[in-house]
């Protein structure tokens, strides 16, 4: 217990902390604006395109924020002790050394699963609210699985954040593989000719969700080839292992 006070005591008192908190909850604010200038250029258009209008899940768009916003404050969670040398009086403190990492888990776990729901739901009801009818969206409940993966992949977000911090003790070169996960992989993935964008495509986190809960993915960038078990284990493998990894790091190796 005193371990987790510890940790909770090191987390709530970095700014990082509050501002990454701050933006990944923005998020709801950045959906607002977008259906806002949705239903703009749907007042706008003719009788013929309105008829026509489209507009994609804005909860879908939006996750990446609150995703990648707990995934560097995963990450700072473990590098910002290296950076100050304070992991040498936390790994003092606790020999075991484990405890210090779980209890970073446990917080960033956390916060991701209050953030998470908060941006995913809030932006679905938000949208809708705002968007009032003009667009053909599925009834809020028939989304209500998918959107509970995709709250639970910031988690998985935290988690992955937290376990690179743990194996690389560098801040900018974990964080670059977060965002990498986030944007950068899926976009190549996205361009690869097939059938490896389909195969590669289907690992990608963004898959994930809508593979677990049997949403519709034909118009997805993503691939969609993994049965819901499978993409399961993959989604859990995202964050346990690179935590695990940083588990037996952290006992082996000197602070």
């Not at 090191?10 to 604006?33: E, N, P």
Request: glycine share 8%; net charge positive; charged share 10%.
């Amino acid at each position: 217990m005193t371990t987790f006070t510890s940790e909770w005591i090191k987390l709530r008192s970095v700014r990082s902390t509050h501002l990454l908190l701050a933006i990944a909850l923005g998020a709801v604010g950045l959906a607002a604006l977008i259906a806002v200038s949705a239903v703009g250029a749907y007042e706008a258009s003719s009788p013929a395109r309105r008829a026509t209008a489209r507009m994609a899940e804005l909860d879908d768009v939006v996750v990446a924020v609150p995703q990648l916003c707990l995934g560097i404050l995963g990450v700072l969670a473990m590098t910002s002790e290296y950076a100050t040398g304070l992991i040498r009086v936390s790994l003092t403190a606790v020999p075991r050394r484990w405890p210090v990492l779980a209890a970073k888990g446990v917080l960033v776990s956390a916060c991701a699963l209050v953030v998470g729901p908060v941006v995913v739901f809030g932006t679905a009801i938000s949208s809708r609210a705002i968007v009032d009818g003009r667009y053909p969206l599925l009834p809020l409940a028939d989304r209500v699985p998918l959107m509970v993966v995709s709250s639970l992949s910031v988690v998985v977000f935290a988690l992955l954040g937290l376990g690179l911090g743990a194996v690389l003790r560098n801040a900018a070169a974990a964080i670059a593989v977060v965002v990498g996960v986030v944007y950068v992989i899926p976009m190549i993935v996205g361009n690869l000719p097939e059938p490896w964008s389909e195969r590669l495509g289907s690992g990608m986190i963004g898959a994930l969700p809508g593979e677990i809960t049997g949403a519709d993915l034909t118009n997805s960038v993503y691939g969609s080839l993994l049965p819901p078990w499978a993409a399961v284990l993959v989604l859990v493998a995202y964050a346990a292992v690179p935590v695990l990894l940083g588990f037996v790091l952290l006992r082996r190796r000197d602070a």
